[in-house]
T-cell receptor, first 109, second 115 residues
């Protein structure tokens, strides 16, 4: 069993839709939770990170962490075609980052 | 944010040859860099941790004699794929951690194709 499981997708939504991307994890040592965005044939770029349960908002993006359920989510409001990319969740514990497999999102104009 | 570059961005080589990939931190010093491999539609798999001034730390299952890592300076780490085979074809990405936070700055990646 993988330590981090990410909803596989792919996901296709119309422009303006609300998108929900989700990951679950099994390792209680994970303390920091991150979301990266990766465009095709590019390196990942950090979108958001958090270390506590609850919500963290940044513009159209909201990261949600529920440590009791070992579940994290990324919500994208008013999605745009430029949001089309692969989104990777990442978790840090014991000094190591573990990534989900990624969810590919396509936002259609 | 900080910038990490990789060179080359794409390389094609023949089976049996060696390929060197460079990872540079452009505006900050990195005593540690990470090397990842990513197959299509799969996640980043950590291969090794490159440490300036000491030997790299390899993840389980990664052949250290095949994937040679040299952290030559505080801004440069290199990954050499020796005696490359078609199954080594992949996207190789390096990253460097920031100081003071848990963010990693990723390079743009190098696509290796072994024919």
């Amino acid at each position: 069993q993988k330590e981090v499981e990410q909803d596989p997708g792919p996901l296709s939504v119309p422009e303006g839709a609300i998108v929900s991307l989700n990951c679950t994890y099994s390792n209680s040592a994970f303390q920091y939770f991150m979301w990266y965005r990766q465009y095709s044939r590019k390196g990942p770029e950090l979108l958001m990170y958090t270390y506590s349960s609850g919500n963290k908002e940044d513009g159209r993006f909201t990261a949600q962490v529920d440590k009791s359920s070992k579940y994290i989510s990324l919500f994208i409001r008013d999605s745009q075609p430029s949001d089309s990319a692969t989104y990777l969740c990442a978790m840090i514990g014991a000094g190591k980052s573990t990534f989900g497999d990624g969810t590919t999102l396509t936002v259609k104009p | 944010g900080a910038v990490v570059s990789q060179h080359p961005s794409w390389v094609i080589c023949k089976s049996g040859t060696s390929v060197k990939i460079e990872c540079r931190s452009l505006d900050f010093q990195a005593t540690t860099m990470f090397w990842y491999r990513q197959f299509p539609k799969q996640s980043l798999m950590l291969m090794a941790t490159s440490n300036e001034g000491s030997k790299a730390t390899y993840e389980q299952g990664v052949e250290k004699d095949k994937f040679l890592i040299n952290h030559a300076s505080l801004t440069l780490s290199t990954l050499t794929v020796t005696s490359a085979h078609p199954e080594d074809s992949s996207f190789y990405i390096c990253s460097a951690p920031s100081r003071g936070s848990y963010e990693q700055y990723f390079g743009p990646g190098t696509r290796l194709t072994v024919t």
